[in-house]
């Protein structure tokens, strides 16, 4: 399976500055094909990005998708309207959204559910407080997060992506040791086991923090199968630099 290395924009960037950083990573790109590349800016960008990379093999993604199809919520985006204009994927729970947009874990099941049935796939994020961390509480959390989303989308589980993003790794500078991260990982790896046939087919991205420096001894763990990326993907040269680490 190749890795995929996803590039979570957040709320940055502008037009002028998007299609500065995406000819950048599309003029860094040949001979770097042996991993898979996403990025995923805000949502009024996502149509722009998908127009900048045609015929390039980058994919695009939304930030986060509604749980309903169509109708009457504000501000919300679906699946279908990130399908209808060339996105592929959309994360799904990440930590900023479960803490200030009070998303749940059966929210945040449905919502991968949603995508799922209308063709997007999911990049679903899990991780722990640096508070649960401290109390000995990482497997339990992160095993009752992914238990909601295994709940929810059913016998699609082999087509989740899935994100372990520690909380108090993300855009701190603290990133996880690949000791610390690959522990989780196998943790996660073993409870897709349980509730798939093939689960080989899930790719589990390491976030938080991840960089030019760190990226290669997090991508060589044994069940890092690619990262989700926050501050260093806005980077030309350190998103490329991440690419090449998950060259193999
Ligand atoms: P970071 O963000 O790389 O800036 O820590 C990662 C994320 O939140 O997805």
Redesign the pocket.
């Known amino acids: 399976m190749k890795k995929l290395i996803a590039g ?1 924009w ?1 709320m940055n960037g502008d037009s002028a500055s998007n299609a500065e950083l995406l000819a950048g990573i599309v003029a860094g790109l040949p001979g770097l094909d042996a991993c898979d590349v996403l990025v995923c800016p805000p949502s009024v960008y996502v149509a722009s990005a998908v127009t900048a990379l045609a015929g390039q093999s980058v994919a695009v993604g939304g930030q986060d998708v509604s749980v309903q199809v169509k109708g009457a919520y504000t501000g919300e985006v679906s699946a279908d309207m990130l399908r209808d204009v060339g996105a592929t994927y959309a ?1 799904v729970g ?3 959204r479960r803490q200030y947009h009070g998303e749940t874990d059966a929210l945040v099941g449905e919502k991968a559910q949603a995508a799922l049935a209308h063709g997007i796939t999911p990049v679903v ?1 899990i991780g722990e407080t640096l508070a649960q961390r401290e109390a000995g509480e990482t497997n339990a959390v992160v095993k009752r997060q992914l238990a909601a989303v295994i709940h929810a989308v059913g016998h699609c589980v082999s087509e989740l992506v899935l ?1 372990y ?1 520690p909380v108090w ?4 500078g603290q990133t996880a040791t690949p000791e610390q991260a690959q522990a989780v990982h196998a943790v996660i790896r073993a409870q897709i086991a349980a509730a798939t046939e093939h689960p080989e087919r899930v790719r589990i991205l390491y ?5 030019a420096a760190n990226a290669t001894q997090l991508l060589a763990q044994p069940d890092i199968d690619g990262g ?6 806005l980077k030309v040269a350190d998103f490329l630099t991440i690419i090449r680490a998950a060259q193999g």
Do not use: Q, V
């Not at 976030?207 to 960089?211: A, H, K, L, P, Q």
């Not at 989700?228 to 993907?233: C, D, V």
């Open positions: 979570n957040k994360i990440h930590s900023e994020c994100a993003e790794a993300i855009g701190t976030g938080g923090s991840m960089n989700l990326i926050g501050g260093a993907s």
